[in-house]
């Protein structure tokens, strides 16, 4: 089991930006790839960005790349979503995921969360 706590949403006019960070305890960090998740009002979640258990992969979906950057500190058991240029599109509730894994380099696709955070909001005004 790991638990997940997110932090840093808040509001930012449009052009701005803002870091999310994830706080894990539980089980070994390094276990877990991770990843970001989106939800807009009565949508599904949906991933925005993933990185695996050594951070050397990382994927983004389509609407975020060149704006976003996954990163993690295994020592720190924290991952971190820098979000550049935001959007109001962007405006959502973001979720911090993760799950095991065996493979220490490997992103799936499709990613299959096992644990969520409670979620952070991030509003985005034009």
């Known amino acids: 089991q790991v638990q997940l706590v997110e932090s840093g949403g808040g509001l930012v006019q449009a052009g701005g930006s803002l870091r999310l960070s994830c706080a894990a305890s539980?089980?070994?960090?390094?276990?877990?790839?991770m990843g970001w998740f989106r939800q807009y009002p009565g949508k599904e979640r949906e991933s925005v960005a993933l990185i695996s258990r050594s951070g050397t992969r990382t994927y983004y979906t389509d609407s975020v790349k060149g704006r976003f950057t996954i990163s993690r500190d295994n020592a720190k058991n924290t991952v971190y979503l820098q979000m550049n240029s935001l959007n109001p599109e962007d405006t959502a509730v973001y979720y911090c995921?993760?799950?095991?894994?065996?493979?220490?380099?490997?992103?799936?696709?499709?990613?299959?969360?096992?644990?969520w955070g409670q979620g952070t909001q991030v509003t985005v005004s034009s």
């Open positions: 995921a993760a799950r095991t894994l065996i493979d220490t380099a490997t992103i799936p696709l499709p990613f299959r969360p096992q644990f």
């Open positions: 539980g089980r070994a960090f390094s276990d877990y790839a």
